[in-house]
């Protein structure tokens, strides 16, 4: 995630602020100019909801979320005819509203939901909805008493996953050093894609050299790892328990765990961390790779402030008494999937 100011004070905002803390402006994020710019209400009678930015010329309407719900803090151009923004029109049902406590699920679903659709925009990443593309768009549903899931570019959550104290229950009861709600995003994200970007291309047979034959009966490797639990050995090949399932399973936490790495990257970089520890022969960092403002970073150079990142990442959270915040070690075998992973994506961003 890029650092944002305020444009109107040059307050620092988080990627989630709808208000300036400081001078008390309306804020909303522009996918179109990729940043969140201060408005000014600028209502006339045939558009109540006008809005504009320090870009006069473009006006803006808050998004249907933004302005009847609160759960969304994203803004569309005004002649656009769509009510909802890029990110909104992307969920096809919401929970129910009629029921207490799903308003707040909900938005904490749509704050999830807004990080991973800024990542993959960053990318170049196709983002068509399913209106838009009924046969290859991406649509996202948000159901009670549901297996989290995807099928056929449908991304199903169980709201519940957006309840802290549900979650970290099932993170104890499945015995998961890490599971968050944008975890789940990224995870099922990295089905849809693999639809995209592997199936029927020409990286399928790569893709099965590196990860296994996706063809396997998946049924069957469910049942046997809720049986069975991973095999023996698991982390010399895997990025987590559950990826030594099946090679799509496989697939998806890699590709959730190259987006954790590319958002912590961009983050990192925007702030200007660098490590230099007196110490020579400890982990150092003097420049940190920015790999969605510069697309010339090679995998290599992200990899080792990776490594340097979560070190130090984790002996500030054992810190603040907390568990790490990066719960894996990387095998040589993991990082060559997240290669493939990385390849993959450049492959198809545009210039």
Known sequence: MKVF?????????????SVCVRCGRALAYVLERRDLASLDFAPTDAAPNRWLSRFPDEPLRLCE????????????????????????????TIPNLSRTGNDRLWYKLEVAKRRLIYTLDQLGLPLESKHEAPDTGLTFEFLEDVLTGHAEGVITVNIAEADDAVRVKRRSELNEPYRTLLGHFRHESGHFYWDRLVKDTDRLEAFRARFGDERTDYAAALSRNYSEGAPPGWQDHYVSAYAAMHPWEDWAETWAHYLHMIDTLETAAACGISIAPPRKDEPTVTDVPNPVADSDVSFDAMMDSWTTITYVLDNLNRGLGNDDAYPFVLSATTVAKLRFVHETITAHAPP
């Open 5 to 17: 100011h305020c444009d109107h004070c040059g307050q620092l905002l988080f990627f989630e602020n």
């Open 65 to 92: 979320n933004y302005s009847r719900y609160n759960v969304c803090n994203w803004a569309v151009p005004f002649d656009d005819p769509n009510a909802l923004c890029r990110a909104c029109r992307l969920t096809r």
